[in-house]
């Protein structure tokens, strides 16, 4: 077994097949540990927590099962190593990952115009608007793109775990049953599983034939958009617009004086003649000189200049040359024009008025923010899942919300569907979703928990489920962790689920101890969405 010391001083594992997973079990339960297993670390909140040096944990990678180790190319049935990267990861440290290796890649090569030398292969249903992240990840915490049509759990239809039950170690594949029946534990283990159900090896999916991706992004003020976000029902409500195209989502700069909307929606077409078939790309940043590496450092430098410096700025003036409610007022009256007089600025770069128009082969199309940098322009989120129900409400609370500028700050949110499931801990378990995506710069100055508080308090009554993957709320918040568990009608099987796969909690980190308060069992929900 190979080992990797990290740039933060941690030594990792990187298992090569089974037996070496089955040591990293016997060892854990030997030596009383707790295996803390990375795919790409793009989960934020829990890849922060969690990298410390902590002499109870085996630190995991999972660079070298990253394979695809079987493969039916007549019926598009793959079995995936857990982790193999979706796309290829830039910012992979040990400098594995490449296009080549990547699932999406090796279902359905392209040249590196897009074009094709081979017939078109196998797809996804649907990808999340990036693809940097290892396949076990993105199914453990539950993540989705923006559709009410097609999912990514749909083509899952296994998954092979190892766990310890306290007397041996159990390799066991999971298998979709028939979706009536939901009580089956394929859906607890087979996603949304948060890495608490043992250590999983291997995902099968059944894929469906490629198919390239047209739409069109139209970024405008909102009165002048045919969809209704201000619920005035003089258009298209929202509500039904998320549930019209294949794949959409909306970028909404609230700011009273911007107030901008990027519409960004998109439809699967049938590749019919693939030989002579010209891309047409979307780009979500200028392209300079072949590259967004330009654009994504201005951009980053002067996000950081508005939420850190400025910041900084304001906070010293106002302690240390205003005296009287008058002059603190002109200084953050002063302040808050020129974040405006920056944003439109950029705005005018990066997001102009118009349409922009695509067509390009599905997984070039889909992660439509896979050319933002995470080093240069970095960006914490926390996600909120709301019923598609509820989204005349949703709206209405944002929009009072944004009218105060504290609320609305300097960066944007994104606003999107999700497709109803049967997953346990999906937050899309039974019901459609409308899922409002807050954005915080990452090098803000201040914890982002602070600002992603607001919106936790703003839907707290509306049973919303957050993204696993994502910040869900400060883990010293007993009101919190109990606004965590209350939406999931299954919460109690999962957790019964979870104590027999892992009596001895070798798999329970302490990030999921504080964040689910599992230290004890004492805490029972009655459902509030059924």
């Not at 990293?24 to 670390?41: E, F, P, R, Y």
């Not at 076990?136 to 097609?150: K, L, M, W």
Request: a neutral charge.
């Amino acid at each position: 077994m190979q080992m990797f010391n990290s740039k933060n001083g941690i030594l990792y594992f990187q298992p090569e097949d089974i037996d070496d997973v089955k040591r990293l079990i016997q060892s854990a339960v030997d030596n009383h540990k707790t295996i803390i297993i990375q795919g790409a670390k793009h989960s934020f909140p829990f890849s922060t927590e969690v990298e410390q040096h902590n002499a109870g944990c085996l630190y995991v990678l999972l660079t070298y099962m990253n394979k695809i180790i079987a493969s039916d190319f007549e019926k598009g049935i793959f079995t995936v190593q857990a982790g193999c990267r979706l796309g290829h990861d830039p910012f992979d440290e040990t400098g594995v990952s490449t296009l080549e290796n990547s699932l999406v890649f090796q279902l359905d090569p392209l040249l590196p115009n897009g074009t094709r030398s081979v017939p078109p292969g196998w797809s996804l249903p649907e990808l999340g608007g990036i693809t940097h992240q290892a396949i076990g990840g993105f199914v453990g915490t539950g993540s989705a793109g923006g559709s009410t049509r097609y999912a990514f759990c749909d083509a899952i239809s296994a998954i092979r775990i190892l766990y310890y039950d306290g007397k041996n170690i159990v390799d066991e594949t999971f298998k979709r049953p028939p979706i009536k029946d939901d009580s089956d534990p394929f859906w607890a283990v087979g996603y949304a599983n948060l890495g608490l159900l043992g250590f999983v090896v291997e995902i099968t999916f059944i894929c469906q034939r490629a198919f390239n991706v047209r739409g069109s992004e139209k970024t405008t003020q909102p009165e002048r958009h045919f969809i209704d976000i201000k619920n005035t029902a003089t258009k298209q409500s929202l509500h039904s617009f998320l549930k019209q195209p294949d794949y959409t989502r909306l970028l909404w700069w609230p700011q009273k004086q911007i107030n901008k909307l990027l519409v960004w929606s998109a439809s699967q077409e049938t590749i019919t003649d693939w030989p002579n078939y010209k891309p047409h790309p979307y780009h979500s940043l200028p392209v300079i000189n072949g590259s967004t590496q330009l654009a994504n450092k201005v951009f980053g430098a002067i996000f950081h200049f508005l939420g850190h410096t400025l910041v900084i700025g304001r906070q010293f003036i106002l302690k240390h040359f205003t005296n009287t409610p008058s002059q603190k007022q002109s200084v953050n009256q002063w302040f808050d024009k020129l974040d405006i007089l920056i944003l439109k600025l950029v705005l005018k770069i990066v997001a102009p008025n118009g349409e922009k128009q695509f067509d390009d082969a599905w997984w070039r199309a889909l992660p439509m923010d896979n050319e933002y940098s995470d080093k240069f322009a970095p960006v914490k989120f926390t996600e909120l899942w709301i019923p598609i129900s509820q989204t005349d409400e949703v709206m209405k609370r944002l929009n009072e919300f944004y009218e105060k500028p504290e609320n609305s700050g300097t960066f944007c949110s994104e606003i999107y569907p999700g497709k109803a499931n049967c997953f346990w801990l999906s937050p899309g378990y039974g019901t459609d979703t409308i899922r409002v995506d807050v954005f915080w710069f990452g090098r803000n100055f201040g914890p982002p928990e602070d600002y992603f508080a607001k919106f936790w308090k703003l839907f707290d009554d509306m049973h919303f489920r957050c993204h696993w993957g994502k910040y869900i709320g400060p883990s010293h918040d007993r009101k919190c962790q109990e606004l965590i568990r209350r939406p999931y009608p299954r919460w109690e099987d999962f957790m019964e689920l979870r104590f027999r796969h892992d009596p001895k909690g070798i798999f329970l980190n302490d990030y999921w101890k504080k964040q689910l308060d599992l230290q004890s069992r004492s805490f029972k929900v009655k459902p509030a969405i059924t």
